[in-house]
């Protein structure tokens, strides 16, 4: 009897750890599966606005930045001694570009330079290159008068 008993738990353990890998390579291949739809984290075409205090127009043209999904870690237990750093899409590799604002006054300066994005990767937020809000104003919005600059 005690045999008996000891086969039905050696096969009930070994039911549960097949139900386990099973749901461990389900989630793995949710995961792969999820992340191969997603646009990968590179330079986009994007309509960007620049705008100066003391300008009255707003500057709407093209330019390349970097844009895309990044895998990223959410603790399932966050302790207040651990620190989670969250990769998002931002800039490895720029060049700066130098544009001229349409009718701004003597005595201010109509130059704005903006980086251009070369190449991206997943990393974190540097705030002086990137928006690292959650939810910011779309890039080509302007506070003042719109003007359109060609394309190039």
């Known amino acids: 009897m ?6 039905s ?3 009930m353990l070994v039911v ?9 390579y389900l989630v ?5 599966s999820q992340s191969s739809f997603l ?3 590179e330079p986009i075409n994007e309509t960007v606005s620049v705008e100066k205090e ?3 127009k707003c500057l709407v043209f093209q330019t390349s930045i970097c ?3 990044c895998l990223t870690k959410e603790p399932v237990y966050k302790s207040p001694f651990s620190t989670v750093y969250q990769h998002v899409c931002t800039y490895r590799d720029v060049r700066y570009e130098t544009v001229r604002l349409p009718d701004c006054p003597p005595g201010v300066d109509p130059h704005i330079t903006y980086p251009v994005a070369l190449s991206c990767d997943c990393s974190l937020c540097t705030m002086d290159t990137s928006d690292c809000t959650i939810e910011s104003l779309q890039p080509d919005f302007c506070m003042s008068q719109r003007e359109d600059f ?3």
């Open 2 to 7: 005690k045999l008996l008993s000891f086969l």
């Open 9 to 11: 738990f050696h096969r």
């Open 16 to 24: 549960r750890n097949n139900i386990l890998r099973l749901l461990f």
């Open 28 to 32: 793995v291949l949710l995961v792969v």
């Open 39 to 41: 646009p990968p984290c």
């Open 54 to 56: 003391g300008c009255p």
């Open 67 to 69: 844009s895309g999904h």
């Open 150 to 152: 060609p394309a190039y």
